[in-house]
T-cell receptor, first 110, second 113 residues
Framework: AQSVTQLGSHVSVSEGALVLLRCNYS??????LFWYVQYPNQGLQLLLK??????LVKGINGFEAEFKKSETSFHLTKPSAHMSDAAEYFC????????FGTGTRLQVFP | SQTIHQWPATLVQPVGSPLSLECTVE??????LYWYRQAAGRGLQLLFY??????ISSEVPQNLSASRPQDRQFILSSKKLLLSDSGFYLC????????????FGPGTRLTVL
């Protein structure tokens, strides 16, 4: 069965600092991987996804993620955090449904 | 373009009262539909999914039920709410495609008192 592990339920960074949110997956087949963002009291919005091809995937709001098969990882990064990036982030892997991680809450301090 | 609507946006209900949450999708046909719940401080829990009218799969046994009376309408119901039913309910849809990318509605905040 496929699964997703997000390391760190809370991450805090200063404005302008690097954002790194970690996601490891388990899959018996080549995975489809997603990052979603959720702002308070809103639904989830797709940030980016990996299906096939280039392993470095660029998404919205300056985020990107790199698929590393050897490490079974799909970490999310952004070079410079902005206050508006404060939100909860979910990694997901696709089975016959999406399997979500437990989420990482990102706080950005001025 | 496709849009997904949920209502109501917020709801406060007493324990033991019935529940009906509605989700509709526009701009697509025969979508897969999903109901999720987020309890406070917890991740997403898939409750139900549907691949067609009248076809409902339950992921978690509980006192909730789901129905799909029309192609683009998905309803979440309960006959008697429990305190533990409080949470943020999200509806999502996907096309029949290999990667199963899902698109989420704005959610309904349910508080059971």
């Amino acid at each position: 069965a496929q699964s997703v592990t997000q390391l760190g339920s809370h991450v805090s960074v200063s404005e302008g600092a690097l954002v790194l949110l970690r996601c490891n997956y388990s899959s018996s087949v080549p995975p489809y991987l997603f990052w979603y963002v959720q702002y308070p009291n809103q639904g989830l919005q797709l940030l980016l996804k990996y299906t096939t091809g280039a392993t470095l995937v660029k998404g919205i709001n300056g985020f990107e993620a790199e698929f590393k098969k050897s490490e079974t990882s799909f970490h999310l990064t952004k070079p410079s955090a902005h206050m508006s990036d404060a939100a909860e982030y979910f990694c997901a892997v696709s089975d016959y449904k999406l399997i979500f991680g437990t989420g990482t809450r990102l706080q950005v301090f001025p | 373009s496709q849009t997904i609507h949920q209502w109501p946006a917020t709801l406060v209900q007493p324990v033991g009262s019935p529940l009906s949450l509605e989700c509709t999708v526009e701009g697509t046909s025969n979508p897969n539909l999903y109901w999720y719940r987020q309890a406070a401080g917890r991740g997403l829990q898939l409750l139900f999914y549907s691949v067609g009218i009248g076809q409902i799969s339950s992921e978690v046994p509980q006192n909730l039920s789901a129905s799909r009376p029309q192609d683009r309408q998905f309803i979440l119901s309960s006959k008697k709410l429990l305190l533990s039913d409080s949470g943020f309910y999200l509806c999502a849809w996907s096309e029949l495609r290999e990667d199963n990318e899902q698109f989420f509605g704005p959610g309904t905040r349910l508080t059971v008192l």
